[in-house]
C-alpha cells in the first residue's frame, strides 16, 4: 500500500516557524515531483510549493514566496517544508504529494498523505 505520511504541524505562534516532512512508505518517489498543497476549513485546497524529481527546479506560491522553503530528502522522506515568517492565514491542514509532472495541477497529483495541521496564532 503506497502511503505518504506527512508531519510536522502544530501550533506557532505569527512569525514563528515550522518544518514539515513527508515520509513515504509503499514506494519510491524519487522519480516523481512532489508538493505541498493546503486547505483551510471551508476553503479549497490550494498549491502551496512543488519540486521536480531531481530538486532542481522549485516553485512556490506568491503568497509564500520567500518565506517556504521547499526540499527533497531521501527516498523514505522525499520532501521538506521549511515554513519561516508564519502568518495567520498561514493557518490550514497541509498535505504532501507526488506528481510525474510539476508544478503541474492538482489533479496531476496522484499519491496524497493524510495533513497535518498547521496554526498560527496572532
Known amino acids: 500500500q503506497v502511503q505518504l505520511v506527512a508531519s510536522g504541524g502544530g501550533l506557532v505562534q505569527a512569525g514563528g516557524s515550522l518544518r514539515l516532512s513527508c515520509a513515504a512508505s509503499?514506494?519510491?518517489?524519487?522519480?516523481?515531483?512532489m508538493g505541498w498543497f493546503r486547505q483551510a476549513p471551508g476553503k479549497e485546497r490550494v498549491f502551496v510549493a512543488a519540486?521536480?524529481?531531481?530538486?532542481?527546479?522549485?516553485y512556490y506560491a506568491d503568497s509564500v514566496k520567500g518565506r517556504f522553503t521547499i526540499s527533497r530528502g531521501n527516498a523514505r522522506n522525499p520532501v521538506y517544508l521549511q515554513m519561516n515568517s508564519l502568518k495567520p492565514e498561514d493557518t490550514a491542514n497541509y498535505y504532501c504529494?507526488?506528481?510525474?509532472?510539476?508544478?503541474?495541477?492538482?489533479?496531476?497529483?496522484?499519491?496524497w498523505g493524510q495533513g497535518t495541521q498547521v496554526t498560527v496564532s496572532s
Open positions: 519540486i521536480n524529481s531531481s530538486g532542481q527546479r522549485t
Open positions: 504529494a507526488a506528481s510525474l509532472v510539476v508544478p503541474g495541477s492538482l489533479e496531476d497529483y496522484k499519491y
Open positions: 509503499g514506494r519510491m518517489f524519487n522519480s516523481y515531483g
